[in-house]
């Protein structure tokens, strides 16, 4: 275990990813089974076990610690599992001569699996104040991480099967495509890799496929640049990506799957769905609630997904619907090396012949030009949109030729998304942030004006946002919080705000919804600070009456049926 | 008894006040008269009409700001006692950088330290710190929680030698402040067996060379050239924090970015810097100092002046001891006090 704490470590200081495939090749490279199997199933998330509740964490800690002393320290250094291995006391043995002969060996990273794979949740918390004694301050902090599922390194899982793959001369994508059907420890994936076995069999009969991803459009000059005439577009829709892929297992029964764009099997949330998966492939698409033929909005997609159980009620009120815009496999074939243009024909027929009220294709959007698409992004009721235009939240672009590319290649596809609102905001609160933040104030509450019941205008907090800006930016706003605080609060301060004092920043933002939680009875989707406005007079700041606009207009898709409201 | 701490210190908008003695310690804006612990910024500003402190931080204060820093000046001599007003002021080691001094201040038997900024690790650039039993101990907290407890240097310094004997193609860049821990560093590189020259940043020489004249061997030193930076393959290079992630350190042969700071114990600190090769080397006190100092001082009551005020504030209740946060502003600009001010110290 702290051997593979250290390489973690290491992982996190190095910024190069060559550097980093260096490492971890030569991790695997001497590293034996099943430790190195292990440390690739952490790396890349596929471990399972019971995992220690932060608050479990604490208590142990705490039955060592003075509770308020380690409370500040985490607000602090902002991490749990960092703060733990950092104030964790040596064991009163190991103080005296230097070896505490009494204490057990650290555990190895298979024995902290395996133990917690099979362990009762009660004995928990005994095996974990064990391993913390015996391990060194940075396998503590690695322990940590990995037991509360929270091992995030600088490390990709994608670069982690590069390195696993380089040991053997294959790429990456060969790693993906026998991954799922294996489990940790790996044992005949390396076996594979290292020329000693047949290539491990897939056993699912559904598998995902790793998505190709698309880059940012960031302004019309990054446009002017590709040739209107080498490319299709189609509306961005704004659900999440999904794979639906049916197969038959070998007894000859139709397996569905849906998987999330990670590869995270969630057919067990999408009944209705898998049901729909009559076929043998597998669609790229994006996951949509409609209503009477109509997509709704984000708000209520999640309103969706943040219920825990699926129930009759769920199903009906929130049906779940694919607008897909791909086809990676069909009746056996990968059809991912063709190009856009034959896959938009497949999937044509595919869809056609599949005839299924959930299931739907993503229409092509006609552009002569980039002044036409622009035009159509700006307005996509105009160009056969209808009424789903309120759910569009840009145009995609894919070059016909393209082949279909596992992760995010530069050039085939481009995402243009539409125009942020934007609103300007006074900061009223700041807090410290987390991991590479922490202790910079770098999360802003921000508020606009409105009528005060007493009469006059006051700020009421909208949102917050803790991005959006560059690190020399971060370092004056940080300045600017420590210089201008009124109240403390823990970990957050209080700034001077007013019609005489304060910060405008001037917020980007996607869309706004009800709230119970905040006080103005609005929060913002996605707020992130666009500008610091070091110029401009608080009092000059918006007022609510800009997101009950915005509001407004949302809301028709949430109440189907609701007149229309004018925009405003 | 008719005096009490608060006669003998009160806290105004320039910092800590003794009004029997009409004098500000450490003062943040221009006064009539001014106490100084040690050279750092922060607490070492120019302006002052009349300025005490060590001969040392005297001759620091001349070397960052001039020789007309002040109006007039006066020399403190450790250990000596002097009468400044009503009250009578003795300056004792910090071991904080060269020249720090612990202010003690007493009154018809009330005795006050103002301990500046201070450590209790071995330092071979500065005397040690001298614990004074006082009634008043008005301390530092920058490492104030407990999950700062400083390693030995030792390991932090081979940990540097190390890396540059695996890497011997690359530069090594270390960050560090330039009075006191940039001087500390070379001092413990010496120590730990380096007998190769260290590589300095420009604004690293004038401090390097006043430390050198007061004795202190720091074995021999360069100032780096702008044009022979690409030849600087295997070199230890210090230079001030700012400029680790400057191009001016881009231009060395893949260098390895090391920063030497009490913060780079804590992993976020690190990475926020872009730092490859942490070194965990302060000249502040630790957690476990921190709390053993207060209690050694014999003191019934600890003034917290900057820093993690709040964990020892706690603490010392804890433990019977009464104690006060200061709040006070302007502290915390030598590059350790918060990460953020590292980027902004002057080129001294």
Same mark, same amino acid.
Not at chain 1, 224 to 237: I, N, Q, R, Y
Not at chain 2, 84 to 106: C, K, N, T, Y
């Given at each position: 275990?702290?051997?593979?704490?250290?390489?973690?470590?290491?992982? @996190?200081?190095?910024?190069?990813?060559?550097?980093?495939?260096?490492?971890?090749?030569?991790?695997? +490279?001497?590293?034996?089974?099943?430790?190195?199997?292990?440390?690739?199933?952490?790396?890349?998330?596929?471990?399972?076990?019971?995992? +220690?509740?932060?608050?479990?964490?604490?208590?142990?800690?705490?039955?060592?610690?003075?509770?308020?002393?380690?409370?500040?320290?985490?607000?602090?250094?902002?991490?749990?599992?960092?703060? #733990?291995?950092?104030?964790?006391?040596?064991?009163?043995?190991?103080?005296?001569? @230097?070896?505490?002969?009494?204490?057990?060996?650290?555990?190895?990273?298979?024995?902290?699996?395996? #133990?917690?794979?099979? #362990?009762?949740?009660?004995?928990?918390?005994?095996?974990?104040?064990?391993?913390?004694?015996?391990?060194?301050?940075?396998?503590?902090?690695?322990?940590?991480?990995?037991?509360? @599922?929270?091992?995030?390194?600088?490390?990709?899982?994608?670069?982690?099967? #590069?390195?696993?793959?380089?040991?053997?001369?294959?790429?990456?994508?060969?790693?993906?495509?026998?991954?799922?059907?294996?489990?940790?420890?790996?044992?005949?994936?390396?076996?594979?890799?290292?020329?000693?076995?047949?290539?491990?069999?897939?056993?699912?009969?559904?598998?995902?496929?790793?998505?190709?991803?698309?880059?940012?459009?960031?302004?019309?000059?990054?446009?002017?640049?590709?040739?209107?005439?080498?490319?299709? +577009?189609?509306?961005?829709?704004?659900?999440?990506?999904?794979?639906? &892929?049916?197969?038959?297992?070998?007894?000859?029964?139709?397996?569905?799957?849906?998987?999330?764009?990670?590869?995270?099997?969630?057919?067990?949330?999408?009944?209705?769905?898998?049901?729909?998966?009559?076929?043998?492939?597998?669609?790229?698409? *994006?996951?949509?609630?409609?209503?009477?033929?109509?997509?709704?909005?984000?708000?209520?997609?999640?309103?969706?997904?943040?219920?825990?159980?699926?129930?009759?009620?769920?199903?009906?009120?929130?049906?779940?619907?694919?607008?897909?815009?791909?086809?990676? +496999?069909?009746?056996?074939?990968?059809?991912?090396?063709?190009?856009?243009?034959?896959?938009? *024909?497949?999937?044509?027929?595919?869809?056609?012949?599949?005839?299924?009220?959930?299931?739907?294709?993503?229409?092509?959007?006609?552009?002569?030009?980039?002044?036409?698409?622009?035009?159509?992004?700006?307005?996509?009721?105009?160009?056969?949109?209808?009424?789903?235009?309120?759910?569009?939240?840009?145009?995609?672009?894919?070059?016909?030729?393209?082949?279909?590319?596992?992760?995010?290649?530069?050039?085939?596809?481009?995402?243009?998304?539409?125009?942020?609102?934007?609103?300007?905001?006074?900061?009223?609160?700041?807090?410290?942030?987390?991991?590479?933040?922490?202790?910079?104030?770098?999360? =802003?509450?921000?508020?606009?004006?409105?009528?005060?019941?007493?009469?006059?205008?006051?700020?009421?907090?909208? @949102?917050?946002? =803790?991005?959006?800006?560059?690190?020399?930016?971060?370092?004056?706003?940080?300045?600017?919080?420590?210089?201008?605080?009124?109240?403390?609060?823990?970990?957050?301060?209080?700034?001077?705000?007013?019609?005489?004092?304060?910060?405008?920043?001037?917020?980007?933002?996607?869309? &706004?919804?009800?709230?119970?939680?905040?006080?103005?009875?609005?929060?913002?989707?996605?707020?992130?600070?666009?500008?610091?406005?070091?110029?401009?007079?608080?009092?000059?700041a918006d007022r609510i009456d800009v997101l009950e606009r915005i509001l407004a207009r949302g809301e028709k898709e949430i109440a189907p049926g609701a007149s229309l409201q004018e925009d405003a | 008894?008719?005096?009490?701490?608060?006669?003998?210190?009160?806290?105004?908008?320039?910092?800590?006040?003794?009004?029997?003695?009409?004098?500000?310690?450490?003062?943040?804006?221009?006064?009539?008269?001014?106490?100084?612990?040690?050279?750092?910024?922060?607490?070492?500003?120019?302006?002052?009409?009349?300025?005490?402190?060590?001969?040392?931080?005297?001759?620091?204060?001349?070397?960052?700001?001039?020789?007309?820093?002040?109006?007039?000046?006066?020399?403190?001599?450790?250990?000596?006692?002097?009468?400044?007003?009503?009250?009578?002021?003795?300056?004792?080691?910090?071991?904080?950088?060269?020249?720090?001094?612990?202010?003690?201040?007493?009154?018809?038997?009330?005795?006050?330290?103002?301990?500046?900024?201070?450590?209790?690790?071995?330092?071979?650039?500065?005397?040690?710190?001298?614990?004074?039993?006082?009634?008043?101990?008005?301390?530092?907290?920058?490492?104030?929680?407990?999950?700062?407890?400083?390693?030995?240097?030792?390991?932090?310094?081979?940990?540097?030698?190390?890396?540059?004997?695996?890497?011997?193609?690359?530069?090594?860049?270390?960050?560090?402040?330039?009075?006191?821990?940039?001087?500390?560093?070379?001092?413990?590189?010496?120590?730990?067996?380096?007998?190769?020259?260290?590589?300095?940043?420009?604004?690293?020489?004038?401090?390097?060379?006043?430390?050198?004249?007061?004795?202190?061997?720091?074995?021999?030193?360069?100032?780096?050239?702008?044009?022979?930076?690409?030849?600087?393959?295997?070199?230890?290079?210090?230079?001030?924090?700012?400029?680790?992630?400057?191009?001016?350190?881009?231009?060395?042969?893949?260098?390895?970015?090391?920063?030497?700071?009490?913060?780079?114990?804590?992993?976020?600190?690190?990475?926020?810097?872009?730092?490859?090769?942490?070194?965990?080397?302060?000249?502040?006190?630790?957690?476990?100092?921190?709390?053993?100092?207060?209690?050694?001082?014999?003191?019934?009551?600890?003034?917290?002046?900057?820093?993690?005020?709040?964990?020892?504030?706690?603490?010392?209740?804890?433990?019977?001891?009464?104690a006060k946060p200061l709040h006070l502003l302007g502290y915390g600009d030598d590059g350790e006090a918060e990460p953020v001010a590292a980027g902004t110290e002057e080129a001294a």
């Open positions: 275990m702290n051997d593979f704490a250290h390489l973690l470590d290491r992982l @996190g200081y190095e910024p190069r990813r060559n550097a980093k495939l260096r490492l971890l090749q030569d991790y695997f +490279a001497r590293t034996p089974d099943p430790e190195r199997g292990y440390a690739l199933g952490a790396m890349t998330g596929s471990l399972s076990f019971r995992e +220690a509740k932060p608050a479990l964490i604490r208590g142990l800690v705490e039955a060592r610690i003075d509770p308020v002393l380690f409370r500040l320290s985490h607000n602090y250094v902002g991490d749990l599992a960092e703060t #733990t291995a950092l104030i964790w006391p040596a064991p009163a043995e190991a103080n005296e001569a @230097g070896i505490g002969h009494n204490n057990p060996p650290p555990p190895s990273l298979a024995e902290v699996v395996e #133990t917690l794979a099979t #362990t009762a949740k009660k004995d928990l918390p005994g095996h974990l104040a064990t391993w913390l004694d015996a391990l060194d301050e940075t396998g503590r902090w690695a322990l940590l991480k990995l037991v509360t @599922g929270n091992l995030r390194v600088g490390v990709s899982a994608r670069l982690a099967k #590069t390195a696993v793959g380089a040991l053997g001369g294959h790429e990456a994508d060969a790693v993906e495509e026998v991954w799922h059907g294996l489990e940790p420890p790996f044992a005949s994936l390396f076996a594979w890799i290292e020329g000693r076995a047949e290539r491990p069999e897939t056993l699912n009969p559904a598998p995902f496929r790793p998505p190709m991803l698309s880059h940012p459009i960031e302004d019309r000059d990054d446009l002017d640049k590709l040739e209107p005439e080498a490319f299709s +577009a189609e509306w961005k829709w704004d659900g999440i990506r999904v794979q639906l &892929v049916g197969g038959r297992d070998r007894e000859g029964v139709q397996v569905g799957r849906v998987y999330s764009r990670t590869g995270e099997d969630i057919t067990h949330a999408f009944p209705d769905l898998a049901e729909a998966i009559t076929f043998e492939g597998a669609l790229d698409g *994006e996951l949509l609630i409609l209503r009477d033929g109509r997509v709704q909005s984000f708000n209520v997609l999640q309103q969706r997904l943040n219920r825990k159980s699926v129930t009759g009620k769920l199903l009906e009120e929130f049906p779940a619907h694919v607008r897909a815009y791909d086809l990676l +496999a069909s009746e056996g074939e990968d059809l991912r090396p063709e190009p856009f243009s034959a896959r938009r *024909e497949r999937l044509e027929a595919v869809i056609r012949r599949l005839d299924h009220a959930r299931i739907d294709i993503s229409p092509l959007v006609p552009f002569a030009d980039w002044d036409a698409l622009a035009a159509a992004r700006a307005d996509p009721a105009s160009v056969g949109a209808g009424e789903d235009a309120d759910a569009i939240e840009g145009v995609m672009l894919k070059r016909r030729n393209s082949a279909y590319l596992p992760g995010r290649p530069k050039g085939p596809w481009w995402k243009w998304k539409r125009e942020p609102h934007i609103v300007d905001a006074v900061m009223m609160y700041a807090q410290r942030g987390h991991g590479k933040r922490s202790s910079f104030y770098s999360d =802003y509450t921000f508020g606009v004006w409105r009528e005060a019941p007493e009469g006059g205008d006051e700020l009421v907090p909208v @949102g917050k946002a =803790y991005h959006g800006f560059t690190d020399a930016e971060l370092a004056k706003l940080d300045r600017y919080v420590r210089n201008h605080t009124t109240k403390r609060f823990g970990p957050v301060r209080e700034v001077a705000y007013g019609r005489e004092a304060g910060l405008v920043l001037e917020i980007a933002f996607e869309g &706004v919804q009800r709230s119970t939680r905040h006080k103005s009875g609005v929060a913002m989707r996605f707020p992130r600070v666009s500008r610091i406005r070091w110029d401009k007079p608080a009092a000059e | 008894m008719s005096t009490r701490a608060s006669d003998l210190l009160t806290l105004t908008r320039e910092g800590l006040y003794c009004p029997l003695g009409s004098f500000h310690v450490d003062p943040t804006w221009p006064v009539a008269r001014a106490l100084i612990t040690h050279g750092h910024a922060d607490h070492a500003r120019a302006g002052h009409a009349h300025v005490m402190a060590t001969p040392e931080t005297l001759r620091i204060m001349a070397v960052r700001y001039g020789e007309d820093f002040c109006g007039s000046s006066q020399e403190a001599k450790l250990g000596e006692t002097l009468r400044v007003g009503d009250v009578s002021v003795r300056f004792v080691p910090a071991g904080h950088v060269l020249g720090s001094a612990q202010i003690v201040i007493e009154h018809e038997g009330v005795r006050v330290v103002v301990s500046g900024d201070y450590k209790r690790a071995p330092d071979p650039t500065c005397l040690p710190f001298e614990v004074v039993p006082c009634d008043v101990f008005i301390t530092e907290a920058t490492f104030g929680l407990p999950v700062f407890t400083h390693p030995d240097t030792r390991g932090e310094v081979r940990k540097l030698i190390a890396s540059q004997r695996l890497f011997p193609e690359r530069a090594h860049i270390v960050g560090a402040y330039a009075l006191g821990k940039a001087q500390r560093v070379m001092a413990l590189l010496r120590e730990e067996g380096w007998d190769g020259p260290i590589h300095l940043h420009g604004a690293m020489e004038k401090l390097t060379d006043l430390y050198k004249r007061e004795g202190i061997p720091l074995g021999e030193t360069r100032k780096v050239v702008a044009a022979e930076r690409k030849d600087l393959a295997g070199a230890i290079v210090i230079c001030p924090p700012s400029s680790i992630q400057d191009v001016w350190s881009r231009k060395f042969p893949d260098p390895v970015t090391c920063f030497a700071s009490g913060w780079m114990r804590v992993r976020a600190r690190a990475r926020q810097k872009g730092v490859e090769l942490p070194l965990v080397i302060s000249d502040h006190a630790d957690w476990p100092d921190l709390c053993r100092t207060i209690r050694e001082t014999g003191a019934g009551e600890v003034w917290v002046t900057h820093g993690q005020e709040d964990a020892l504030v706690h603490w010392c209740g804890s433990v019977g001891i009464r």
